[in-house]
């Protein structure tokens, strides 16, 4: 059995679950371009009610994220809506906005959906994602030590595998469990459970690294014999139940 070393901790492991946004891709990379695309949008759609329902400075909160000068997205809030809602909560997030400016909330939510359209299509046509720093490495060390690995997150079927096929990873997965594929979403133990019993593994045996506490929550329902945060920014405030946190993949190393 292969030994997971981090930090002080040697753990022997048969698998690791990952999450995506955030530990396998740099979610900025890809969902930072969605949000300015988003907010781009819903602004235009409130400077067409009338210049005084614009977000303005309160644009922020709208999906925690962090905006330079000229209002650009350049970081996130990691415990807020851009690193842990799904589709779903985001468009509902957003369709809020339009509904409380006046908009009836079928309408409302009808050109959120349009806007999340192109925007997802221009993802598309850029293929905007970047994996993390050190993360082919690591993944080439996995496949050495004949780890079986697999991808639990809160995005939908048809995104998590254009975005790993984009980075290249895709063959490094034995399955990819979605959002869309469970009842219960993160943090839940379903995803978990369902990656092991499709991967053959025991969750005593198995590993997660993800980016928000909803991940390490998952994995501690799970049993899951190591749940590891991922803060590139090195905050740890939000992986509460984390077992150990690391600032990237440099920090981890497989023996056999």
């Not at 399955?175 to 133990?189: E, F, I, L, M």
């Not at 984390?242 to 920090?251: E, K, L, M, R, Y």
Request: aromatic share 4%.
């Amino acid at each position: 059995m292969a030994v997971l070393h981090v930090n002080e901790l040697a753990v022997p492991c048969k698998g690791i679950l990952f999450d995506k946004d955030g530990t396998l891709l740099d979610l900025l990379a890809t969902w930072g371009t969605w949000a300015n695309l988003m907010l781009e949008g819903l602004e235009n759609q409130l400077a067409l009610i009338g210049k005084e329902n614009r977000l303005g400075s309160g644009i922020a909160k709208v999906l925690g994220t962090v905006h330079d000068a000229a209002g650009k997205v350049i970081g996130y809030d990691p415990a807020g809506p851009l690193s842990m809602a799904t589709a779903e909560e985001t468009g509902g997030i957003l369709a809020w906005q339009l509904y409380s400016a006046g908009v009836p909330w079928n309408e409302a939510l009808a050109r959120i959906t349009a806007i999340g359209k192109e925007a997802m299509n221009e993802l598309r046509r850029r293929k905007s994602a970047q994996p993390l720093p050190d993360l082919l490495p690591f993944l080439q060390q996995c496949a050495a030590a004949s780890l079986k690995l697999g991808v639990v997150t809160s995005d939908g079927s048809s995104t998590t595998g254009e975005q790993l096929e984009w980075m290249g990873i895709t063959g490094y997965f034995d399955t990819v469990v979605t959002r869309d594929r469970v009842t219960h979403g993160k943090p839940a133990p379903e995803m978990a459970e369902t990656a092991c019993r499709e991967l053959g593994l025991r969750p005593a045996e198995t590993v997660i690294i993800g980016d928000s506490n909803a991940d390490m929550q998952l994995g501690k329902g799970a049993g899951l014999r190591l749940s590891v945060g991922i803060s590139p920014a090195g905050s740890t405030a939000h992986l509460l139940d984390a077992d150990t946190v690391i600032s990237g993949f440099h920090q981890l190393r497989l023996t056999i």
